[in-house]
């Protein structure tokens, strides 16, 4: 069955960091999209982080405004895993990070990207809790 499996969540000041890790299994994760969404209490969930598993180097990202220059996402196609790695995390932070894959891909030649668009991805973690306090 698919599978996709979120760690890394945790407690952490203002300022700190995070890893997240996305582990895949049960479908097939070349040449795809996945990407990380997070919902804070009594807000809509919303699109943090995309990548496409294929192409060349690096991979095809896309951010939300509010974490460019902090987030990165990145993936190994050995482990059929995708990680965010969050800097300079702030408060509004908060929340529940849910890993998606399956999502629509877009492709024009031999380039292809995604979209951070919920209703795109077909899977779903159960997702990991990150709060960041002041």
């Known amino acids: 069955q698919v599978q996709l499996v979120e760690s890394g969540g945790g407690s952490v000041q203002a300022g700190g960091s995070l890893r997240l890790s996305c582990a895949a299994s049960g479908y097939t994760y070349s040449s795809s999209c996945l990407g990380w969404f997070r919902q804070a209490p009594g807000k809509e969930r919303e699109g943090v982080a995309v990548?496409?598993?294929?192409?060349?180097?690096?991979?095809?990202?896309n951010y939300a405004d509010s974490v460019k220059g902090r987030f990165t996402i990145s993936q190994d196609n050995a482990k059929n895993t995708v990680y965010l790695q969050m800097n300079s995390l702030k408060p509004e932070d908060t929340g529940m990070y849910y890993c998606?894959?399956?999502?629509?891909?877009?492709?024009?030649?031999?380039?292809?990207?995604?979209?951070?668009?919920?209703?795109?991805?077909?899977?779903w973690g159960q997702g990991t809790q990150v709060t960041v306090s002041s």
């Open positions: 990548i496409y598993t294929g192409g060349s180097s690096p991979s095809s990202t």
């Open positions: 998606a894959g399956g999502g629509s891909t877009y492709c024009s030649g031999d380039y292809c990207y995604c979209r951070a668009v919920s209703e795109e991805y077909i899977y």
